[in-house]
């Protein structure tokens, strides 16, 4: 993960706090929903283009981090 981090930031006046791609409004969730409706790595450099190869891969490792790090309670 820590080789990733440096793509990653989080401002609370950005997309409401949303883990987000540095220097864009781009949320990791963005990223997440447009790979899971079907979309390309090619379609999302197609319409995004300040989205590269390294920030679909953060999304991922962000992703996979959270899962790992969250904890299920009984109620």
């Known amino acids: ?3 990733y981090i440096q793509y ?3 401002d609370p006046n950005i997309r409401f706090g949303k883990p987000c791609i540095r220097g ?3 949320a990791i969730v963005d990223i ?3 790979l899971a409706s ?3 790595e090619e379609e999302i450099f197609e319409d995004f283009p300040t989205i590269k190869k390294e920030h679909i891969q953060t999304a ?3 992703a996979a981090y ?3 790090v969250i904890k299920m309670v009984a109620a």
């Open 1 to 3: 993960m820590k080789e």
């Open 8 to 10: 990653i930031s989080i």
């Open 24 to 26: 864009t409004r781009i």
């Open 32 to 34: 997440l929903q447009w």
């Open 38 to 40: 079907g979309m390309t």
């Open 60 to 62: 991922l490792v962000y």
């Open 66 to 68: 959270r899962e790992e």
